[in-house]
């Protein structure tokens, strides 16, 4: 309880402070008026109370607010009694009461809560979460090590603490979020609320440390070691599957129908390379900022407690639930939003996910094919005519700009090889393997693969281009089959790289976003107060691919030059390649995103060099 009563006296302290400074501001306010300066007193005060007066806004709706349970998949103890029964027995061996739910959540985390009352001193609904993944992903073993772990919270009554450390932790942020950075009122809270995580956060590492002394004395430290070490192991697995399966379809608007399925495979499919990754010990740093201690510091003192034999059970931890299956197809029901996007089992979904990402690269080089030929929906064939003026290095200069465009021409063939694919997928002679050991690859009807690159070398020679021609036409390979789909290029499936408040653009107030594919001009405010807020404000509103439509979108692909005039701040001038003119002028009131002008500098310094070759 001790983390329980420091959360209290130091809320109470930010009271306190508040009042302290009221207080000191006021008395300020009354002397300057005595010396008869009554406006001067009331014009520095004023926004000085007013950052006093957010203190106790920010406490008032810290205090009114209550953490929301994790949205996820209510198990009841008849549709999975083994699981159950497996809570029920930790909970009598760790000392405490047994959870009153369990919700499968989509996360690799297992977590507790329990909703109190009287800043924790009454106890309430206790629910415990387990994430999808780990069911998927640990042995019974491992996850009862888990488990007994996350009811060592109970049982250490660190759940009680739970709504205070909340409360605390958001009356922080409402605090510092209100008073300006410049405001001498703030300088104070902002050291008492570093004071205040210093305190908690060390207090948090103690509670991590103790509920671990369950997990071992349940699970022995041998189980409980390996448990640890096998969670950043499965992060890393969950990563890797967002980023190699469900992303590129998710972005092209499809959706996977086994969403958490797909995941099981995985993890049974890269066994032995996930084998590889536990022979590696894990090393962390951390610091007195961290709610937890480290991995490693856990895992010297888990080995430190005494071995005693205890039954292995090394089963699959899904096997506690009967039907991991359909749990995993009524979590994604309630935790999952498709939206719009086509719904498709994993080959379907992986076979149109790699046709779409394949004909947005297509798409690219068709683009520039246009603005080079003058023609309006560019294709493949529109490609060829080009190869046999010999003006294929004009095109291939803008995609190897550090090459001659002789050399940039022979450097095609890569690109070339692309549009080949996508002539024949088009053309119904390749089809996509979805593959849970590798990447995806193509291959003919037979199942055998198909490889275009020797083709493709002979079709950037205007010399043996017939010959490339010839032999697609033996493949059965339609040239018109590839052709431009994507006129314009969009952000869809962009990233943020950065953001830039109070910018002028076209001179015009504008704030900027920086995305992997092209820059994003949104209409400002005259006043440059609050520019990262208005920023984070922004990027919380929506997809970055909605801001594109929403307002003015400039893709790299469209910027033929960019000169930089002045560095610091940033002054520079866009040509597109219809001729326009952009100009940009970054002021010394503008606020930035992290590191944003750096990106900035870095994007207009490669276009630079990219329209000098």
């Known amino acids: ?75 009841a103890p008849h549709d999975a009694p083994e699981l159950w029964g497996l809570v029920q027995h930790l909970a009598t061996e760790v ?27 009454i ?55 209100r008073i300006g950075p410049w405001n001498p009122v703030g300088w104070t809270f902002r050291g008492y609320a570093r004071l205040y995580l210093l305190v908690d956060n060390a207090a948090s590492r103690r509670q991590e440390l103790d509920a671990d002394r369950a997990s071992v004395r ?6 409980a070691v390996s448990a640890l070490r096998e969670l950043p192991i499965i992060d890393a697995a969950w ?61 010297a003192v888990m080995r430190t407690a005494p071995r005693t034999a205890r039954p292995v ?46 004909q947005r690269n297509a798409d690219r080089v068709f683009r520039s094919l246009g603005r080079l030929t003058g023609v309006a929906d560019p294709g493949l064939g529109t490609l060829f005519d080009l190869v046999a003026a010999g003006r294929l290095g004009e095109l291939a200069a803008e995609f190897h700009p550090d090459a001659t465009r002789k050399e940039a021409a022979a450097k095609f063939a890569g690109p070339m090889d692309l549009l080949f694919t996508l002539a024949a997928i088009r053309s119904g002679v390749a089809y996509w393997r979805h593959s849970w050991t590798g990447p995806v690859t193509l291959t003919d009807a037979a199942g055998a693969e198909l490889d275009f690159a020797p083709i493709a070398a002979l079709a950037v020679s205007p010399d043996t281009l017939e010959e490339a021609r010839a032999a697609l036409a033996a493949a059965g390979i339609r040239v018109e089959a590839a052709a431009i789909v ?9 990233d943020v790289v950065g953001a830039m408040a109070n910018l002028k653009i076209d001179g015009l107030h504008t704030d900027l976003v920086l995305l992997d594919r092209g820059l994003v001009f949104v209409p400002g405010p005259k006043s440059t107060d609050n520019g990262k807020d208005r920023l984070r404000a922004l990027l919380r509103s929506g997809p970055v691919e909605e801001l594109a439509t929403r307002f003015r979108f400039l893709p790299y692909e469209e910027i033929a030059a960019a000169t930089v005039t002045k560095r610091t701040p940033v002054r520079a001038e866009l ?26 500098l870095g994007v207009l310094d490669r276009i630079a060099e990219r329209s000098v070759v």
């Open 486 to 494: 994507e006129r314009r290029a969009t952000a869809s499936g962009s």
């Open 239 to 299: 990563d890797f599957y967002f980023g190699r399966y469900v992303s590129w379809g998710w972005e092209a608007g499809y959706a996977p129908d086994d969403f958490f399925g797909g995941f099981g495979q995985l993890v049974k499919a890269r066994h032995e390379e996930l084998a590889k990754l536990r022979d590696d010990e894990p090393e962390e740093h951390r610091s007195r900022w961290d709610t937890h201690p480290s991995n490693a510091e856990r895992i």
């Open 575 to 600: 040509r597109t390649h219809d001729g326009a003119t952009v100009t940009l002028e970054e002021r010394w009131t503008g606020e930035q995103l992290g590191e944003s002008r750096d990106a900035l």
């Open 123 to 177: 106890g309430g609904r206790r629910r415990l979460y387990l994430g999808m993944p780990l069911l998927q992903a640990l042995s019974v073993d491992q996850l009862r090590s888990v488990v007994a772990h996350e009811l060592g919270h109970y049982s250490g009554q660190h759940t009680r603490l739970g709504a205070v450390a909340y409360r605390g932790r958001l009356a922080i942020g409402h605090t510092i979020g």
């Open 1 to 75: 309880m001790l983390r329980a009563a420091a959360s209290v006296l130091m809320l109470l302290g930010f009271y306190v402070i508040a009042l302290i400074q009221a207080a000191l501001v006021l008395a300020l306010v009354v002397w300057i008026a005595v010396e008869g300066h009554l406006g001067a007193g009331i014009k520095l005060g004023f926004p000085l109370l007013v950052a006093v007066g957010a203190t106790f806004v920010g406490l008032w709706r810290a205090i009114r607010t209550r953490p929301e349970p994790l949205h996820g998949l209510i198990v």
């Open 313 to 358: 059970d090394g089963r699959p931890a899904a096997m506690l639930v009967p039907s991991i299956a359909t749990a995993g197809f009524a979590l994604q029901q309630a935790v999952v939003d498709v939206g719009n996007r086509q719904v498709l089992p994993w080959p379907q979904f992986t076979a149109a996910a790699a046709t779409a990402n394949l």
């Open 218 to 223: 349940v699970a022995g430290p041998d189980v």
């Open 95 to 121: 000392g405490t009461r047994t959870p009153d739910e369990i919700r499968l959540v989509p996360e690799v985390n297992a977590a507790v809560s329990e909703d109190t009352r009287l800043l924790g001193l």
